[in-house]
């Protein structure tokens, strides 16, 4: 099992930035994709931005240019950096990774416990 624990939440004020940090532990075999999914009240969660292993990312369009995501294969860690927020941005914040048993050719999704983002003045 892969533990997946996150930091770096808070209240911010609009325009300003945070940063979210995620780290792996636990019995993890070959991290593949990473990234960042968030949920605000009354609305599905969504994805935010994705990091391959090989350092590809994806974006969803509400935060492109604002936002830019990053990883440590080392360490397995991923990072969100989260700049000219919005109060639109407010939402709980998951990490997920998916990790590839090595007898395995399907990844499975680990998640973490989320953290709350709350932007507002």
């Known amino acids: 099992q892969v533990q997946l624990v996150e930091s770096g939440g808070g209240l911010v004020q609009p325009g300003g930035s945070l940063r979210l940090s995620c780290a792996a532990s636990?019995?993890?075999?070959?991290?593949?994709?990473m990234g960042w999914y968030r949920q605000a009240p009354g609305k599905q969660r969504e994805l935010v931005a994705g990091?391959?292993?090989?350092?590809?990312?994806d974006y969803a369009d509400s935060v492109k240019g604002r936002f830019t995501i990053s990883r440590d294969n080392a360490k397995n860690t991923v990072d969100l950096q989260m700049n000219k927020l919005k109060p639109e941005d407010t939402a709980v914040y998951y990490c997920?990774?998916?990790?590839?048993?090595?007898?395995?050719?399907?990844?499975?999704?680990?998640w973490g416990q989320g953290t709350q983002v709350t932007v507002s003045s």
């Open positions: 997920y990774a998916d990790d590839l048993p090595y007898d395995s050719t399907v990844p499975g999704r680990y």
């Open positions: 636990g019995r993890i075999f070959r991290i593949r994709a």
């Open positions: 990091i391959a292993s090989g350092g590809s990312t």
